[in-house]
């Protein structure tokens, strides 16, 4: 490097958006069934759940293209999916993407997706499950050392609203989430076992992932709860049994969103 010439730096790519992510996938389907002349039942169902994911994303949980989109994942852990089938649905899934990739292109077309601006606010969201115990032990280390102030739905009455409203209300008003996965749900399939998270708890992280962007979540994913693969790139601390051992990851990840300083 000849003297007097700084150095630049590397600016980073950007994030795909979702429906480069879903041209993505099926790419990646076409190549899979090339090399996969029999897919087993779990691969191809966790193919249609990567679908499923992307679509939510972009269209929200009530959309009809979502709900049909169910019914072939539940068809694919039940009866399973022939290589032929998947095919056809990877074909319908590329038309679909082709279009709203013409119409991003469009003059006339307005941004398909986008997060929403952060609240100025100090609230922190709590998503968990049954463990109460880990669920209180992080609320009071956020009010206690970070000076924030934890929302955590068990500890907010009903006030007679629907649940999905409920949350809605509180959550809108937070500027970071916290995602407590716990092994509460045994889930059994054929030979296989394992534990998860509860649903309320997938779906509200992909909540604030739509309306936060990834980099205000953080996963707190406890020894032994299996995660679902959609949700790989959205940053987590494992932890054992104790959050609170976890106090300078914690930390970590506050001060990464400019939460704390």
Known sequence: MSEGVQPTASTPAPEKSLVQKIQDTVILGRRFLENNKKPTRDALA????????????????????????????????????????????????????????????????????????????????????????????????????????????????????????KFEDEAQTCSFAFGLFTPDDEIIKAANHYKQARPNVVYEVGWFIGRLGKHRVTLLLQEGTNIHSDLDGVSRIPFSDNIEDKFLDIQKELKAAKIIT
């Open 46 to 165: 966790q193919r249609i759940r990567q679908i499923r994911f992307l679509f939510f994303s972009l269209f929200g949980k009530d959309a009809a293209i979502v709900k049909n989109v169910e019914l072939l994942l539940k068809e694919a852990n039940t009866k399973g999916l022939s290589a032929d089938q998947f095919a056809q649905i990877l074909s319908e899934v590329e038309s679909l993407s082709d279009f709203l990739g013409k119409l991003g292109t469009s003059p006339l077309s307005c941004q398909i997706s986008h997060t929403s601006r952060a609240p100025l606010t100090k609230n922190v969201f709590v998503i968990h499950g049954h463990d109460e115990l880990n669920t209180r032990r992080l609320t009071q280390l956020l009010q206690s050392h970070f000076n924030l102030n934890p929302i955590a739905m068990l500890s907010k009455p009903g006030m007679s609203r629907p649940l999905i409203e």
